[in-house]
């Protein structure tokens, strides 16, 4: 008989004074067995509503009946036979808004937590697993994939596992993303990544770092040296600004950059000398994810004070509610219904406030949330050092101007069908690159609908 409780089985986590020093990972997981008496809340249902919700298909409810059974490598298994990325998929994917926001024991009560459970079973795999994997037959064909974040890992992966040499072309030193650069190591540890991509290149994924298409070589020169087809995985790292007064001062950086500078040159590690502000104030505008990870980062990094300065209410804010939680449990402060209209400098360039209006609600606007409206004569002053802004990315124009033949939208983001296929023929593209700023269990279900269509198109043309 299924458990019945109404509430989800408690995560452990560091307590909010002792973890907004640290960079270490905030929520610690499950116990064994903690993760059986979750799993015995699942219902079993035949239609399985929570499968219809995960973008790359997991057999949820089997996997959870291993688990409830004690079954952790059955269940391991059941998850990695559509999930190329389980650890990471557990940690990040906002699965109140997928697998979980469709869980009927969310009715009357809190869902199943499918997130900690896969996450569970992922960590117990590679702490007590013996997976051998074995590298497939080769097929005699070669795709090439362009970007290592989490659609093009998976695209890869998939193809891999079909017998496609697969060659991945990463910008950055190391592969994994948005993964690596952009979400934090409280969040996300850099040797969870590292052992994820591991697994891809033990398949025979071959990884090539410091490649940047469109500079070394094109997409047309990829096709031209045999690649039968090419995945566009590049996401949308290209950052947004207001344009406002001051943007060009000394301290203002897109949380792109403040990330990347924390994550991928490992900022938050004593004993490197990454440049970087050490602040005592800074304001955050934006009301995302990115926005939520960027300010916990600053307190981390020493920061005494530090706002979100978002233009609409705590209602609107898109952040993930965990993310939200977790930043007001760590001090952060939100200054709602406020928008920067400028920001201010001292006499060597600097930094030394931003200056805000309050703003009111009004009707909803072409998104659905209700639109925000300028209080006349409500500005103030907020003095900060430092100002990051968080308020969306888009693709970089590179691969698209130095392709033939690639068409994108008016916002930048290449025009592609629901299977990836790109205006370009032998060309597929998935992820933040074809949609925008999106999530990563997104992305993977967008590299993983492109495995498909890619294998399907060169099996076509060999025929």
Same mark, same amino acid.
């Given at each position: 008989?299924?458990?019945?409780?109404?509430?989800?089985?408690?995560?452990?986590?560091?307590?909010?004074?002792?973890?907004? @020093?640290?960079?270490?990972?905030?929520?610690?997981?499950?116990?064994?067995?903690?993760?059986?008496?979750?799993?015995?809340?699942?219902?079993?249902?035949?239609?399985?509503?929570?499968?219809?919700?995960?973008?790359?298909?997991?057999?949820?409810?089997?996997?959870?009946?291993?688990?409830?059974?004690?079954?952790?490598?059955?269940?391991?298994?059941?998850?990695?036979?559509?999930?190329?990325?389980?650890?990471?998929?557990?940690?990040?994917?906002?699965?109140?808004?997928?697998? &979980?926001?469709?869980?009927?024991?969310?009715?009357?009560?809190?869902?199943?937590?499918?997130?900690?459970?896969?996450?569970?079973?992922?960590?117990?795999?590679?702490?007590?697993?013996?997976?051998?994997?074995?590298?497939?037959?080769?097929?005699?064909?070669?795709?090439?994939?362009?970007?290592?974040?989490?659609?093009?890992?998976?695209?890869?992966?998939?193809?891999?596992?079909?017998?496609?040499?697969?060659?991945?072309?990463?910008?950055?030193?190391?592969?994994?993303?948005?993964?690596?650069?952009?979400?934090?190591?409280?969040?996300?540890?850099?040797?969870?990544?590292?052992?994820?991509?591991?697994?891809?290149?033990?398949?025979?994924?071959?990884?090539?770092?410091?490649?940047?298409?469109?500079?070394?070589? $094109?997409? *047309? &020169?990829?096709?031209?040296?045999?690649?039968?087809?090419?995945?566009?995985?590049?996401?949308?790292?290209?950052?947004?600004?207001? @344009?406002?007064?001051?943007?060009?001062?000394?301290?203002?950086?897109?949380?792109?950059?403040?990330?990347?500078?924390?994550?991928?040159?490992?900022?938050?590690?004593?004993?490197?000398?990454?440049?970087?502000? @050490?602040?005592?104030?800074?304001?955050?505008?934006?009301?995302?994810?990115?926005?939520? *990870?960027?300010?916990?980062?600053?307190?981390?990094?020493?920061?005494?004070?530090?706002?979100?300065?978002?233009?609409?209410?705590?209602?609107?804010?898109?952040?993930?509610?965990?993310?939200?939680? @977790?930043?007001?449990?760590?001090?952060?402060?939100?200054?709602?219904?406020?928008?920067?209209?400028?920001?201010?400098?001292?006499?060597?360039?600097?930094?030394?406030?931003?200056?805000?209006?309050?703003?009111?609600?009004?009707?909803?606007?072409? $998104?659905?949330?209700?639109?925000?409206?300028?209080?006349?004569?409500?500005?103030?002053?907020?003095?900060?050092?430092?100002?990051?802004?968080?308020?969306?990315? $888009?693709?970089?124009?590179?691969?698209?101007?130095?392709?033939?033949?690639? &068409?994108?939208?008016?916002?930048?983001?290449?025009?592609?069908?629901?299977?990836?296929?790109?205006?370009?023929?032998?060309?597929?593209?998935?992820?933040?690159?074809?949609?925008?700023?999106?999530?990563?269990?997104?992305?993977?279900?967008?590299?993983?609908?492109?495995?498909?269509?890619?294998?399907?198109?060169?099996? $076509?043309?060999?025929?």
């Amino acid at each position: 008989m299924a458990n019945m409780a109404l509430k989800k089985v408690p995560m452990p986590e560091q307590q909010p004074e002792v973890r907004n @020093h640290n960079f270490e990972e905030v929520a610690q997981g499950y116990t064994a067995e903690m993760a059986i008496e979750e799993a015995t809340r699942c219902l079993q249902c035949k239609n399985s509503p929570c499968v219809a919700g995960c973008p790359v298909n997991v057999q949820i409810p089997a996997f959870i009946s291993r688990m409830a059974q004690g079954d952790f490598a059955g269940a391991y298994a059941q998850i990695a036979q559509t999930n190329a990325l389980p650890a990471i998929c557990g940690r990040v994917c906002p699965q109140e808004n997928q697998c &979980e926001g469709k869980c009927v024991r969310g009715i009357k009560g809190e869902p199943v937590a499918i997130g900690r459970l896969e996450r569970f079973a992922a960590d117990w795999q590679m702490k007590n697993g013996k997976e051998t994997i074995q590298k497939p037959v080769s097929n005699g064909h070669r795709v090439a994939v362009v970007g290592a974040g989490p659609a093009g890992l998976t695209c890869a992966g998939d193809l891999a596992k079909l017998g496609y040499q697969v060659t991945v072309f990463e910008a950055l030193h190391a592969p994994g993303g948005v993964l690596l650069y952009g979400i934090p190591e409280f969040r996300l540890p850099k040797d969870i990544v590292a052992k994820e991509v591991g697994k891809l290149e033990e398949l025979g994924v071959e990884i090539q770092t410091d490649m940047v298409i469109g500079r070394v070589d $094109s997409v *047309d &020169e990829l096709l031209e040296q045999g690649y039968e087809a090419v995945f566009i995985g590049s996401g949308a790292g290209l950052p947004s600004f207001m @344009h406002i007064e001051g943007e060009d001062l000394l301290g203002v950086y897109s949380a792109n950059e403040y990330l990347t500078r924390i994550n991928l040159m490992k900022a938050y590690r004593e004993g490197y000398d990454t440049p970087i502000a @050490h602040s005592k104030a800074v304001a955050v505008v934006g009301g995302g994810n990115v926005a939520m *990870d960027a300010a916990r980062c600053a307190k981390r990094m020493g920061a005494e004070q530090v706002y979100i300065v978002y233009r609409r209410s705590m209602e609107e804010l898109p952040a993930r509610a965990e993310e939200v939680h @977790h930043a007001i449990a760590e001090g952060i402060v939100f200054k709602l219904l406020h928008n920067p209209v400028k920001i201010l400098g001292d006499e060597n360039g600097y930094v030394k406030a931003i200056e805000c209006v309050e703003m009111e609600l009004g009707e909803p606007d072409a $998104s659905g949330r209700r639109r925000p409206l300028v209080k006349e004569g409500s500005n103030f002053l907020v003095e900060v050092d430092t100002v990051i802004m968080a308020i969306g990315t $888009s693709p970089n124009p590179l691969i698209r101007s130095t392709t033939t033949g690639l &068409e994108a939208n008016k916002r930048g983001c290449l025009i592609a069908q629901e299977n990836g296929a790109t205006t370009k023929e032998g060309v597929f593209a998935g992820g933040d690159t074809v949609t925008g700023a999106a999530t990563v269990i997104l992305a993977m279900g967008a590299g993983k609908t492109a495995a498909q269509a890619i294998d399907e198109y060169i099996q $076509s043309k060999a025929k």
